[in-house]
């Protein structure tokens, strides 16, 4: 084991503090991580809170990681010591079910192992994530990240990024096709850039009026205010598909009326209580709601190695470590734009 530098929560209603935690030691397919920058998601604070009742303590949240590579075992083939890495929301699966050899590695029957506030599968401990100095995970679970980008504003594709792309191909939105994306932060900024790169014809709905500028800037075609009746009448059965971001409580029936006939709307955004959806909803008008959770391994490459060639990365704020918990609370009042990352050489 070695000891790592990291920040973590230590109970679901302290601040963030300075922590140090052990990591196992390195295998044959591993590849360690010198950590440079670590992008804030809201799972992560959803995940200190203990939003979703399955937070263990302390809890060193961050799964949105890249940096340099400094030490390959040797069985690795896929990097070398300089490359540049990267490591998102999973960091092991059983890689034996139907799941795992389809590449959908995030819906792994046996159970994934998250990168932080999972347990290691050769019973080495618990995981942690990457608002720390180093970490360290199999080849197989270990991005390729392109020179070409900004490297702190590719930290968010890996977990923002990926979210938004995969539903985005799962439902084939591409050219022509009416794309609503329900709230702009983190999630939704970067659902805008995917979708427009795809083709769609992308509105952006939010709840927060000063917004509008940016969305248009990200490259939204439109921008409707949620509280605004007049607005929302001109959306009323209007759109093929609704990826909804929002992370709080709020009216999925509201927003399943802004479908057309056939239309979808897919939730990635995971508010802490259930919903009430009445059939009748769904009824008229053939309408789906899915859900999506994040994206297996091929998928993610995929996703960055499609960022690379047309240029996208998020739209950042840098903060030193040690503004984390500001950043929570700026993140709870969906003040940010549009992704807080750690330079983690402040840690
Ligand atoms: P974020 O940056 O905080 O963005 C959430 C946005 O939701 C806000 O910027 C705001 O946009 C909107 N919003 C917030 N409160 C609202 C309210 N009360 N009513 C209406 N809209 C509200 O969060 P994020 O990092 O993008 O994450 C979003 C959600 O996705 C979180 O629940 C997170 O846990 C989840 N998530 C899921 C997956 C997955 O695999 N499915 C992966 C990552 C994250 P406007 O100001 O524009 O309205
Ligand atoms: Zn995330
Ligand atoms: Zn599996």
Known sequence: MSSVKAFAALDNSSPLVPHT???????????????????????DLHFVKNDWGMSTYPLVPGHEIVGKVTAVGPHVKKFK???????????????????????????????????????EKDGSGATYGGYSKTILAHEDFVLKISEKLDLAASAPLLCAGITTYSPLRHWKVGKGTRVGVLGLGGLGHMGVKLAVAMGAEVTMLSHTP????????????????????????????????????VSAAHDYNFYLG???????????????????????????????????????????QEMLDFCAEHNIVSDIEIIAMKDINTAYERLEKSDVKYRFVIDMSTL
């Not at 990591?23 to 950590?35: A, E």
């Not at 999973?90 to 389809?102: G, M, T, Y």
Request: hydrophobic share 35%; proline share 5%; glycine share 12%.
């Open 258 to 300: 802004l479908l057309r006939t056939n239309g979808v709307m897919v939730c990635v955004g995971v508010p802490p209580a259930p919903a009430q959806i009445p059939a009748m909803n769904l009824i008229f008008g053939r309408k789906s709601i899915g859900g999506s959770l994040i994206g297996g391994l091929p998928e993610t």
């Open 210 to 245: 000063s917004k509008e500028a940016d969305a248009k800037r990200l490259g939204a075609h439109q921008f409707v205010l949620t509280s605004d009746e007049e607005q929302i009448k001109k959306v009323t059965g209007y759109f093929d598909f609704i990826l909804d971001t």
């Open 21 to 43: 935690i052990e990591r196992r030691d390195p295998k044959p397919h591993d590849v360690q991580i010198d950590i440079l920058f670590c992008g804030v998601c809201h799972s």
């Open 81 to 119: 010591v300089g490359d540049l890495a990267g490591i998102g929301c999973l960091v092991d699966s059983c890689r034996d079910c139907d799941n795992c050899k389809e590449g959908l590695e995030q819906y792994c029957s046996n159970g994934w192992v998250g990168t932080y506030g999972g347990q």
